[in-house]
């Protein structure tokens, strides 16, 4: 079972900021917030992610909470392209058996012309 | 800097038949991952490998399907005698050994299983 909980879609206009919010209440203290997106029926492309400080990358933002209780995906100007299903998943580096990343049902972003 | 490579795309077998996915990891990455996505579902982790090792399996239907990463060239998933209900996409990940600065898991662009 996902330990994410994710808004099913959201809307977002062209050019404007896609904000992605999840909630993993009852993330452990070495996992880290990962977040992947597909694009239909494509294979899952790693997007970005952190353990406790925001982290940016060419491609997006992500902002823990200090409680790391959830966390927001910032794509600070979406395209067409950006539409697709994002996946927020928690999981370890480093051993254990948190290699296992467990897809959720994600949040479709649709972003409008 | 090529990404995952999986092959064939798509793959269309009968009832009975066997199907072979092959999956070839990033450059400099020694571990493998698979996992198949049900239509309308979202992804399942079947097995992770490393060279010449099975480290997990415990997704893997305990029957018919088999993976291996060989010493030298890809790895390979392996249903045999496929269902229907073996219809899916199938996706492979790899990435660097555990403990490394990171061992984030890159896709493939999967292959979709086709059973008439």
């Known amino acids: 079972d996902a330990k994410t909980t994710q808004p099913p879609s959201m809307d977002c206009a062209e050019g404007r900021a896609a904000n992605l919010p999840c909630n993993h209440s009852?993330?452990?203290?070495?996992?880290?917030v990962y977040w992947y997106r597909q694009i239909h029926s494509q294979g899952p492309q790693y997007i970005i992610h952190g353990l406790k400080n925001n982290e940016t990358n060419e491609m997006a933002s992500l902002i823990i909470t200090e409680d790391r209780k959830s966390s927001t995906l910032i794509l600070p100007h979406a395209t067409l392209r950006d539409t697709a299903v994002y996946y927020c998943i928690v999981g370890g580096l480093s051993g254990g058996s948190n290699y296992k990343l467990t897809f959720g049902k994600g949040t479709l972003l649709t972003v409008n012309p | 800097n090529a990404g995952v490579m999986q092959n064939p795309r798509h793959l269309v077998r009968r009832r009975g038949q066997e199907a072979r996915l092959r999956c070839s990891p990033m450059?400099?990455?020694?571990?493998v991952y698979w996992y198949r996505q049900l239509p309308e579902e979202g992804l399942k982790f079947m097995v992770y490998l490393q060279k010449e090792n099975i480290i997990d399996e415990s997704g893997m239907p305990k029957e018919r399907f088999s993976a291996e990463f060989p010493k030298e060239g890809p790895s390979i998933l392996r249903i045999q005698q496929v269902v229907r209900g073996d219809s899916a996409a199938y996706f492979c990940?790899?990435?660097?050994?555990?403990?490394?600065?990171?061992?984030?898991?890159?896709f493939g662009p999967g292959t979709r299983l086709t059973v008439l």
């Open positions: 009852t993330i452990s203290g070495n996992e880290y």
């Open positions: 450059k400099g990455h020694s571990h």
């Open positions: 990940a790899s990435s660097l050994p555990r403990g490394r600065s990171t061992d984030t898991q890159y």
